[in-house]
């Protein structure tokens, strides 16, 4: 079992990958800046486990990560700290910047410093995929460093990103992460850092914080409020479950190749506004609109939440379409994502509407499910 460094583990990915860590036995460390994403509810069930602990603290605060290494002693780091909502890259780049770019050079710096103060072999050190490391070494370290698809750019009417793919990106928010993507790739280029990266597609899942399309789909459905779809809809994103994509960080740590990209996908194209009407027909299913008083008393025309549905002007430099080729992480490392297009979709509005009190507090503080980002 492993000391593992995970950056932001409050957030939306990182607090379902932070579970998994502790239900696997791992010793986890969540350093976490607590930006309006950060939720320390998402972690309420593990938050006195023995295993667990939490610090509040900057990526980008040196002399803290550097404290924070030392008296932790991590076999790994798993780097997800970042901002992430395109929208609010358009109306304030800078945040981005600061802390996808400054803030993941800091921790590399950081994790370097450290790594190579480590003994060159922990203690009974044998493989790196099959042994039991009773210490770090510089052998047995990992930084895996978390990225999207988005940095590969937009896509016409075929094809996939490969992890060859050219970088495109076109948001501050794709652009951040691709420079990020450089340093940590230079990191391991130019000073040996044994780095790994991933780019995954669209998330979706339990604890996503409800500025992202199908938290705001499935919240603004149940208030009876208008469902706005940027444009006609036609966006195609992949969606790729949560509690997929974290048993692929863990996978990836184990027994990825020091130095090699994986894609991590979902193998679930879809069009945005196919997608909407999925969870509307999920929750028209669940929840019928016929059974909610206050829907009936202002909206007593809806017969379906799909009715709710209202075009609204696109999103500035919108990317037309993602998808992901996942089969090198497939092949490798032996990883697929368990949900299908239908049951990942089901759980997650069930997940909402069994969790009205964690996204209530959410919505309680300074957003409200207004729209951002229009330029």
């Known amino acids: 079992k492993m000391n593992i460094l995970v950056t932001g583990g409050a957030g ?74 395109v929208d609010r890259s358009i109306d304030g780049p800078g945040e981005f910047i600061q802390t996808n770019v400054v803030g993941t050079y800091t921790l590399l710096d950081a994790a370097l410093t450290y790594w190579r103060s480590l003994p060159e072999a922990g203690e009974n050190e044998q493989n790196h995929s099959s042994a039991i490391i009773h210490s770090p070494s510089k052998k047995s370290f990992r930084f895996l460093h978390v990225s999207t698809d988005e940095v590969y750019g937009s896509l016409g009417d075929t094809g996939q990103f490969k992890e060859t793919t050219p970088y495109d990106p076109h948001s501050p928010y794709s652009a951040s992460k691709a420079s990020s993507d450089h340093l940590a790739r230079a990191w391991a ?14 998330n979706y899942g339990p604890y996503q914080f409800p500025e992202k399309l199908i938290p705001v789909v499935i919240l603004k459905a149940l208030a009876g409020e208008s469902i706005p779809v940027y444009g006609a809809g036609e966006n195609i994103r992949d969606w790729l479950y949560v509690e997929d994509h974290a048993e692929a960080l863990l996978t990836v740590l184990e027994t990825g190749t020091v130095g090699e990209t994986y894609n991590v996908g979902g193998n679930n194209e879809m069009k945005n ?32 939440y799909s009715d709710l549905i209202t075009f609204v002007t696109d999103r500035p430099g919108h990317d037309l379409r993602y998808a992901i080729d996942a ?49």
């Open 12 to 85: 939306f990915i990182g607090s379902n990958l932070v579970h998994l860590l502790i239900e696997r036995g791992h010793t986890v460390l969540n350093i976490d800046k607590l930006t309006y994403a950060g939720n320390l509810a998402s972690l309420s069930a593990i938050e006195d486990h023995p295993n667990y602990s939490f610090v509040q603290a900057d990526i980008c605060d040196a002399p803290k990560l550097r404290e924070l290494f030392t008296d932790f002693q991590p076999y790994g780091v798993m780097h997800l700290a970042a901002e992430s909502h």
């Open 189 to 202: 280029d130019t000073f040996g850092l044994p780095v790994l990266i991933t780019n995954c597609s669209n």
């Open 273 to 304: 506004i196919d997608l909407i009407k999925l969870l509307c027909s999920i929750l028209d299913e669940l929840v019928p609109p016929s059974s909610q008083s206050s829907l009936i008393s202002h909206q007593p025309s809806i017969k379906s």
């Open 327 to 375: 089969s090198k992480i497939k092949t490798d490392l032996g990883w697929e994502p368990k949900q299908n297009p239908e049951s990942g979709f089901r759980k997650t509005v069930q997940w909402y509407l069994a969790n009205e009190s964690w996204w209530k507090a959410v919505l309680d503080g300074s957003y409200k499910l207004e729209r951002l980002g229009k330029a």
